[in-house]
């Protein structure tokens, strides 16, 4: 018996290896790329793609002549986080963290255009935050949403935010046009964390550094959040703090992979 049977499902089995191969590429491919990488007709490549794009797995670039996960990939990927190896491994980061911030700390997963909260470590002494387990907020709005957009292919953020009415407000305040979430991205970039300030909830600010996998993807982002009323906080230094735990996180997801 062959030790590699031919799938009973071709197209299914094609379907499932365009997927694989584009969550472990740092950016959008071109569709001759998947099919000679993968061996599949090209022909039969377009058609995969369509069908994926169509219940919004992938994106298409044109501009690029390239191909990228979408957001119902990310949704995918957000429940698998919240079931098992993040939510398991990260709640003791979180936990250490928090102790030694004296601050409320979380973890959150990308889900389309959403933040999905999957822990979250409130510090003694501090109220309830409105990013408790299970809940979702506007990406774009939340630090930890910018974090992980920010580490995302310029083409796919732009694709999953064509224009105005993707950015949705919760307080009247916020990137409000595709340019606006492109300038806050370039500030995330170029400080190496993500921050807000009364973005999501009015009184709170927070800061917040992506979880990357092993090719260069946000898995998630770890936050740090803490009331403007409150004693003065340095957010270089709780940044750095977030920093510190995502990359952690990161070597322990690769050591689980």
Known sequence: MSDNPRPQVPAADQTLR?????????????????????GIPRSSTYHLLATLEEHGYVVHL???????????AFELGGGYARQQPLARLGRPLLAALSDRVGESAHLAVLAGRD?????????????ALVTDVGVRLPAHLTATGRAMLAALPREQ????????TALTQRHGSGPATPRALREVLREVRA?????EDGKVTPGFRSVAAAVLDHAGWPAAAVAITWPSDG?????????AAATTTAAELARRIGRHA
């Open 157 to 164: 953020v732009r694709a999953s935010f064509p224009d105005a």
């Open 231 to 239: 004693p003065e906080r340095d957010a270089a230094s709780l940044a």
């Open 191 to 195: 400080a190496g964390f993500a921050r």
């Open 115 to 127: 933040v999905l909260y999957i822990v979250e470590e409130r510090a003694p002494r501090r109220p």
């Open 62 to 72: 044109p501009g690029d002549r390239r191909w990228g996960l979408g957001t119902a």
């Open 18 to 38: 365009i997927l694989s191969l584009l969550a472990r590429q740092p950016g959008p491919m071109a569709a001759q790329s998947i099919a000679s990488s993968l």
